[in-house]
């Protein structure tokens, strides 16, 4: 059976097999959803943890001391480190391994990084099927840092079981945040660099800012400082995650951010599907240069054109 081998070496606790898998799926090799489809009634297991922000809030640095305290506790653990990619190459930096060093040295921890590749929201396209791969390897705890786009940085909601936004004094986030979604995604603040001086004035601002209206209805949401570089307030951090893992589980409020989350997975490859369908058909139909035509020399706008093309679709799709 295909990838037969490679599945079994993820679940006996294979790095070489897991790593091949996660190559497979990034890169969309054939029959790479074959192979994702194999393994995923086997995953659920692990507590998937996300971390947002704008860039230079110290992010890596965050996850690399979250990491390393986690596997002092007993957790196994894996990274997924998102870079921005080239418009123009889709090739990455992969700068986030050089802020992890701890995690990086130690053999325990799994860190992988991988390009965006364009994709908006923070995430790569490939990272929810890596999850997966994680997942059913065993590691207790999936650490997913995103690109640090800012505020349309929200996608990250879709896959994680709690998310944490960082943000850092000095930079604008307290006030950028109130108008930005990323506010509400939150199930966690983090102030890093709690060492400059008005770190403890941010975290008051963001307090503030949660009792908004926008925001009042959702239950009360930890606002920490902690400074990475320092190792400070990392202990409070990592007791604030077990607390929400415990209570998602005990609630039965997994089962909702699951259902959630399935959703969204299920729609957006819908979305995806169909428009690589409808893309293929109509952009490859007669009609195409002639509308294209008519928009170009301004006798049709596009939006009349677009919709022209779509009914056309579909009344040839409904005589087939």
Same mark, same amino acid.
């Given at each position: 059976?295909?990838?037969?081998?490679?599945?079994?070496?993820?679940?006996?606790?294979?790095?070489?097999?897991?790593?091949?898998?996660?190559?497979?799926?990034?890169?969309?090799?054939?029959?790479?959803?074959?192979?994702?489809?194999?393994?995923?009634?086997?995953?659920?297991?692990?507590?998937?943890?996300?971390?947002?922000?704008?860039?230079?809030?110290?992010?890596?640095?965050?996850?690399?001391?979250?990491?390393?305290?986690?596997?002092?506790?007993?957790?196994?653990?894996?990274?997924?480190?998102?870079?921005?990619?080239?418009?123009?190459?889709?090739?990455?930096?992969?700068?986030?391994?050089?802020?992890?060093?701890?995690?990086?040295?130690?053999?325990?921890?799994?860190?992988?990084?991988?390009?965006?590749?364009?994709?908006?929201?923070?995430?790569?396209?490939?990272?929810?099927?890596?999850?997966?791969?994680?997942?059913?390897?065993?590691?207790?705890?999936?650490?997913?840092?995103?690109?640090?786009?800012?505020?349309?940085?929200?996608? %990250? $909601?879709?896959? &994680?079981?709690?998310?944490? #936004?960082?943000? +850092?004094?000095?930079?604008?986030? !307290?006030?950028? @945040?109130?108008?930005?979604? %990323? $506010?509400?995604? &939150?199930?966690?603040?983090? #102030?890093?660099? +709690?060492?400059?001086?008005?770190? !403890?004035?941010? @975290?008051?601002?963001?307090?503030? $800012?949660?009792?908004?209206?926008?925001?009042?209805?959702?239950?009360?949401?930890?606002?920490?400082?902690?400074?990475?570089?320092?190792?400070?307030?990392?202990?409070?951090?990592?007791?604030?995650?077990?607390?929400?893992?415990?209570?998602?589980?005990?609630?039965?409020?997994?089962?909702?951010?699951?259902?959630?989350?399935?959703?969204?997975?299920?729609?957006?490859?819908?979305?995806?599907?169909?428009?690589?369908?409808?893309?293929?058909?109509?952009?490859?139909?007669?009609?195409?240069?002639?509308?294209?035509?008519?928009?170009?020399?301004?006798?049709?706008?596009?939006?009349?054109?677009?919709?022209?093309?779509?009914?056309?679709?579909?009344?040839?799709?409904?005589?087939?």
């Amino acid at each position: 059976m295909e990838f037969l081998g490679i599945i079994e070496g993820i679940k006996s606790g294979n790095k070489r097999a897991l790593a091949r898998a996660i190559t497979i799926v990034e890169n969309n090799e054939e029959n790479y959803l074959e192979l994702v489809s194999k393994i995923y009634l086997s995953s659920g297991k692990a507590h998937i943890i996300g971390i947002t922000g704008s860039p230079g809030t110290g992010k890596s640095t965050l996850v690399d001391r979250v990491a390393s305290k986690l596997h002092m506790d007993g957790k196994s653990i894996a990274i997924i480190a998102i870079d921005p990619s080239s418009p123009f190459s889709n090739g990455a930096i992969l700068g986030d391994r050089i802020r992890m060093s701890n995690s990086q040295k130690n053999p325990d921890i799994f860190v992988r990084s991988i390009a965006s590749r364009g994709q908006v929201g923070g995430l790569s396209k490939s990272v929810g099927n890596i999850t997966t791969l994680m997942d059913v390897f065993g590691y207790d705890c999936i650490l997913i840092e995103t690109v640090g786009s800012g505020q349309s940085e929200i996608e %990250i $909601m879709n896959l &994680a079981h709690t998310t944490i #936004v960082v943000t +850092a004094p000095g930079l604008g986030d !307290e006030i950028q @945040a109130q108008k930005s979604g %990323i $506010m509400e995604i &939150a199930n966690l603040f983090v #102030v890093n660099k +709690a060492d400059l001086p008005s770190a !403890e004035m941010t @975290a008051n601002q963001i307090q503030q $800012m949660l009792h908004t209206e926008s925001v009042i209805k959702r239950k009360k949401v930890p606002v920490l400082l902690t400074s990475a570089l320092e190792d400070k307030g990392i202990e409070d951090l990592i007791e604030k995650l077990e607390v929400r893992w415990d209570e998602i589980n005990k609630t039965g409020e997994r089962e909702r951010i699951e259902n959630a989350h399935a959703t969204y997975k299920l729609t957006e490859s819908l979305k995806e599907k169909f428009l690589s369908y409808i893309e293929n058909e109509i952009l490859n139909g007669a009609e195409w240069n002639d509308i294209f035509k008519q928009v170009m020399d301004r006798k049709i706008n596009p939006e009349y054109a677009a919709n022209h093309l779509f009914t056309r679709f579909l009344k040839k799709e409904a005589d087939v």
